[in-house]
T-cell receptor
Framework: RKEVEQDPGPFNVPEGATVAFNCTYSNSASQSFFWYRQDCRKEPKLLMSVYSSGNEDGRFTAQLNRASQYISLLIRDSKLSDSATYLCVVNGRDDKIIFGKGTRLHILP | GAGVSQSPRYKVAKRGQDVALRCDPISGHVSLFWYQQALGQGPEFLTY????????KSGLPSDRFFAERPEGSVSTLKIQRTQQEDSAVYLC????????????FGDGTRLSIL
């Protein structure tokens, strides 16, 4: 099993809709979880950290489920500018930061 | 500049040539990471440094890959006898300390091996 797994998508979602995607991780000892966003031909940028109690930043909500070893990202009222690849990031074995392969999201006008 | 700077932005080399990629991290950032990102994939960890010490190089795909950070600031990733499968974007990131987020990424070097 890969250390961090994501559905590659693409998710094609109409503007204004709500979309959610998950990321599973294999290392039960992982302590740090993040969502990064990467636009085409650009570098990854931190979108938000994921806290045990779940956290919200505007239209974005991140949640952690330790029992099932997954994190989720929910985007409400999606905008065209949300189109990007969303990378799940987890600290793996030996505290190494592991990136998922990313989930591609296309917001349709 | 205030961000992570990588050079060159683009590098084309013939198979078998050696290449050197440079990363200039944010001033004061202790941790420096190198990633390899193939088309359509997420960044794959290559190696990281804490100051000048290379603490983990387990992600380097072969002994043709070598990284250094001799003075704890600028880092160089060297690839010897390049192969076509080395074609990728090489991303450098730095952070204040290990485990700190965000990791600040440079724009990357897009390497194409012909």
């Amino acid at each position: 099993r890969k250390e961090v797994e994501q559905d590659p998508g693409p998710f094609n979602v109409p503007e204004g809709a709500t979309v959610a995607f998950n990321c599973t991780y294999s290392n039960s000892a992982s302590q740090s979880f993040f969502w990064y966003r990467q636009d085409c031909r650009k570098e990854p940028k931190l979108l938000m950290s994921v806290y045990s109690s779940g956290n919200e930043d505007g239209r974005f909500t991140a949640q952690l489920n330790r029992a099932s070893q997954y994190i989720s990202l929910l985007i409400r009222d999606s905008k065209l500018s949300d189109s990007a690849t969303y990378l799940c990031v987890v600290n793996g074995r030996d505290d190494k930061i592991i990136f998922g392969k990313g989930t591609r999201l296309h917001i349709l006008p | 500049g205030a961000g992570v700077s990588q050079s060159p932005r683009y590098k084309v080399a013939k198979r078998g040539q050696d290449v050197a990629l440079r990363c200039d991290p944010i001033s004061g950032h202790v941790s420096l990471f190198w990633y390899q990102q193939a088309l359509g994939q997420g960044p794959e960890f290559l190696t990281y440094f804490q100051n000048e010490a290379q603490l983990d190089k387990s992600g380097l795909p072969s002994d043709r890959f070598f990284a250094e950070r001799p003075e704890g600031s600028v880092s160089t990733l060297k690839i010897q006898r390049t192969q076509q499968e080395d074609s990728a974007v090489y991303l450098c990131a730095s952070s204040l300390a290990l485990g700190d987020q965000p990791q600040h990424f440079g724009d990357g070097t897009r390497l194409s091996i012909l």
